[in-house]
């Protein structure tokens, strides 16, 4: 900590300036996001790591168990929008407080879950705790960070998905066989959550109401936001209806309703895709790490190719389009997996698919903090993450069907092809306007 000596109120309605403060401030406030992130899917994957052994305790279907799955997206699909409006209204720190508690309570109660119906029940109400996610994460990323930080932020807690989704196999398998049960791993999992509530509250303020941020680093703050940003006063109000006028969000909600089915597809079946491939029980729960190790990279490296291009003088919007455009096309090497059954091989072109997803998905986080005025983001991404949901309902359900009445192999080649046309979508829609937005809800980017 450096010091820094008591002075007077930054404005009027900030605090009394502390007597020291916290060096890179807002980066601890990202490894918050972070960690909030993997706890997310630490408690979001404890059942698809447990999936290989319920479904043999259950005897469940392929189809019983997509129903589970939408039974949490249902939800999902319905509160990203719902909490995105809640953020934008109530703010991020009262926001993702509500929805780590909640989540992390039902997380714990599944444990007691005897069935398909309660267990769909307990994953409904997971999905309605864990839709703040994003939105919030992303609202969090264009109140802290200058536009040129925010790809390396966004990468950041955005790489928690892909590190709880790696971490939950071996901790809840670890857990499945210390105490020959799959109970005691959803509680074990879910007072993760808890823990992260201490200090979320403890740390987290909105910048300028903060007492451990220096001036020095609030003014960078403020100073790299977009412009229109740190003017909020007197601006419109924001709705869903004005929202939806712009071809900006179609933009973002289009292509993450094509793109993101391709992620729960990896997460929540890849290891009932190994296990049909006639592996283990423990080799396709295991095999997890693979493309979440690649995500995780990915999140990272599309983080820095975005913000090299900035660095040489690029405009912010062209360097995420053209992020997407290298990355996005290059996921058709998933196809690859239908003609081998060599598991080195599979988990390597999963891996790669992963961290091509990746690099697309931080620009699809990051880039609605960049068009958007920040009394917009949490509205916007609730919309994508609704997008986003519609997708992965309708390819649960198809994946459900078409595994179980054919096999893995349409779903693979369909999973290869789809993000090239999301990626049209995409940077086809959202662009720059040509004249400034009278109302100050899309930004110059």
């Known amino acids: 900590m450096s010091t820094e000596p008591a002075a007077s109120p930054r404005n009027a309605a900030g605090p009394q300036r502390a007597r020291f403060t916290i060096p890179y401030l807002r980066w601890w406030i990202a490894v918050l996001l972070f960690l909030m992130t993997v706890i997310n899917y630490i408690d979001r994957q404890t059942l698809g790591a447990l999936s290989p052994f319920l479904k043999e305790e259950f005897k469940w279907s392929n189809e019983d168990y997509a129903f589970l799955l939408n039974s949490f997206r249902v939800a999902y699909t319905i509160m990203q929008a719902v909490f995105g409006r809640i953020l934008d209204i109530i ?124 001036g020095k680093e609030l003014a960078y703050i403020q100073a790299g936001r977009s412009s229109g940003l740190s003017a909020s006063g007197n601006l419109p109000h924001v709705t869903w209806g004005k929202l ?41 729960a295991l095999g997890f790490w693979a493309p979440f190790l690649g995500a995780d990279i990915g999140n990272f490296f599309g983080g820095a190719v975005s913000s090299w291009l900035i660095k040489r003088g690029w405009p ?19 196809a690859l997996t239908a003609y081998t059954n060599n598991y080195v091989l599979l988990l390597l072109l999963f891996a790669y698919t992963s961290f091509a997803y990746a690099c697309c998905s931080t620009m699809f986080l990051t880039l609605p903090t960049d068009v958007f005025h920040s009394r917009a983001v949490g509205s916007v991404m609730g919309l994508g993450g609704t997008g986003a949901g519609l997708g992965a309902l309708l390819s649960t359900y198809l994946i459900g069907r078409i595994s179980e009445s054919i096999s893995f192999e349409p779903i693979i080649l369909a999973a290869s092809i789809i993000p090239f046309f999301a990626t049209l979508v995409f940077v086809t829609l959202v662009r720059a306007r040509k004249s400034p937005d009278p109302e100050g809800i899309v930004l110059d980017f």
């Open 91 to 214: 703010g991020t720190q009262h926001g993702l407080t509500l929805s780590v508690l909640c989540y992390s309570i039902v997380a714990a109660a599944t444990a007691f879950a005897q069935g398909k119906w309660s267990f769909a029940a307990f994953r409904f109400l997971l999905g309605c705790g864990e839709a703040a996610n994003n939105p919030g994460g992303s609202k969090v990323v264009s109140e802290w960070f200058p536009a040129k930080e925010r790809a390396w932020a966004v990468a950041l807690f955005n790489s928690g998905c892909a590190i709880g989704g790696a971490l939950a196999p071996f901790i809840v398998v670890e857990i499945y066989y210390y105490f020959d049960s799959w109970r005691p791993a959803f509680a074990i999992t879910a007072s993760l959550g808890f823990v992260w509530l201490v200090l979320w509250l403890l740390l987290f303020r909105a910048p300028e109401q903060h007492p451990y941020l220096s």
């Open 316 to 334: 912010v919007g062209r360097s995420r389009r053209t992020t997407l455009l290298i990355f996005g096309p290059s996921m058709i090497v998933l």
């Open 244 to 284: 939806l006028r712009y071809r900006q969000t179609w933009g973002i909600v289009c292509g993450r309703f094509l793109l993101d089915p391709y992620w729960f597809f990896m997460a929540e079946w890849f290891a009932l895709y190994l296990r049909s491939k006639g592996f283990s029980m423990t080799e396709s």
